[in-house]
Structure formats: C-alpha cells, structure tokens
C-alpha cells in the first residue's frame, strides 16, 4: 500500500525544486517584457541587477515554498501561489531603479495586487513556467487526497 502522507510530501519536494529553478527565469522575462514594452535598454547594469534579483527571488520565495510543501497539509496557513505573487518584489524593483513607468492596470488588479505597479502577479504557478502546470496540479490532488483522508469528504 502506497503511503498517502510520504506520497504527497515527495510531490511537494518536485514541485518546490521545480519552482526554484524557474524563479530567475521568471523574473528575467518579466524584466525584459516591461523593458521592452516601455523602450527602456535592458543594457548590462539591469542584466546584472535582474540575475542578482532572479537569484534573491530562488533563494527568498523558492525556500518559502520549499518550506511550505515539506509541512504537514493541516499546518499550511497558505499556498504556494500566494507565496509566488509575493515574488513580485523581485523585478518589481529592478525596474524602478531602471525608470520602467507602472503600467496602466484594471480595478481589480489595483485592489487585489496595490504594490503590483508592472502587473506581474501570476494567476496560476504556470505563469512561471509552463512546466510547473501538471506539477501544481498532482501535487494539489495529492494534498485534496490527504485531506479526504483524514477529515472525510462528506458532501
């Protein structure tokens, strides 16, 4: 028999070793994408800033994450995509210091995301990196199951 618990927290280890390698690449193409868009030089001074950034951001959320799937499911006070719409910071500040204008940005996003200026905020972990998409996905039945489990699935 397959343990349910051991399962789940092995689906959690991929997932967060996949979220971290795809963190730098994120915030590298959120920083190019907002250059371009405003015709700012993506030159080697905001190069060197967003690796530096893209690193921070892997170590910073990438462990928070790390953290979160290796913790029991009952524990999790959060997900890992609240945690990743965190990540924001990361190009967020890269590109002020570049002079990258906020962008115009629906009602919605303005109250759900305020500190969000470039719009950046994920809707799902497969706006990080398509390949995270049937990770999230496994590892979240997973996690349904083990809750199922343990507390039943009236209905």
Sequence with gaps: MVDDDA???????VLAEAVVAALPG?????????CVE????????????????GADCA?????????????????QSTT????????????TAVLLAAGVPPVD????????????????????????DPDLHQLAITWGAARAWVHRRRHGGGG
């Design 80 to 91: 890992p995509l609240a945690i990743l719409r965190g990540a924001v910071v990361h190009p």
């Design 59 to 75: 170590a910073r959320e990438g462990l928070a994450v790390t953290e979160l799937l290796a913790t029991d499911p009952d524990e």
């Design 7 to 13: 399962q789940l927290l092995e689906h959690g280890r």
């Design 26 to 34: 994120w915030v590298e193409r959120c920083v190019q994408q907002r």
């Design 105 to 128: 940005r629906d009602d919605f996003a303005r109250r759900a995301f305020p500190d969000d200026v470039y719009d950046l905020s994920p809707a799902t972990v497969a706006d990080l």
């Design 38 to 53: 405003a015709g700012v030089d993506y030159d080697e001074v905001v190069a060197a800033a967003t690796r530096a950034a």
